[in-house]
């Protein structure tokens, strides 16, 4: 079992950066890969970043627009992502998730794709 926590959420404001943070505990070895997601109000889940078993791959989806960075402490099970340069379209509802023996070898990384999940952080942007 995997239990993952978000946290590092708030209000910020255009233009800023923002780390957030996806603890996770439980059962976590190099084997599990770990996404980023984001659910906008209104819209539908999409996905953000992807970084795959053992390392081996990290992709990003157009959302990430080359503003946002995920990096992983193995030595302490956290999964980061730096996105700078924020926009009131970046405001959402962001979800760290993960899943054993996942490559994360291609941009396309569905939410169905990924078993375990955390309860979320929000992000508002906002002047």
């Known amino acids: 079992q995997v239990n993952i926590v978000e946290s590092g959420g708030g209000v910020v404001q255009p233009g800023d950066s923002l780390t957030i943070s996806c603890a996770a505990s439980?059962?976590?070895?190099?084997?599990?890969?770990f996404a980023w997601f984001r659910q906008a109000p209104g819209k539908e889940r999409e996905g953000v970043s992807c970084?795959?078993?053992?390392?081996?791959?990290?992709k990003y989806t157009e959302a990430a627009k080359g503003r946002f960075t995920a990096s992983r402490d193995r030595a302490n099970n956290k999964v980061y992502l730096l996105k700078k340069n924020l926009t009131a379209e970046d405001t959402a509802d962001y979800y760290c998730?993960?899943?054993?023996?996942?490559?994360?070898?291609?941009?396309?990384?569905?939410?169905?794709?990924?078993?375990?999940w955390g309860q979320g952080t929000q992000v508002t942007v906002s002047s």
């Open positions: 998730a993960s899943e054993s023996w996942y490559p994360c070898s291609s941009t396309w990384f569905p939410a169905s794709h990924f078993k375990y």
């Open positions: 439980g059962v976590i070895s190099d084997e599990y890969a």
């Open positions: 970084i795959g078993t053992r390392d081996v791959n990290t």
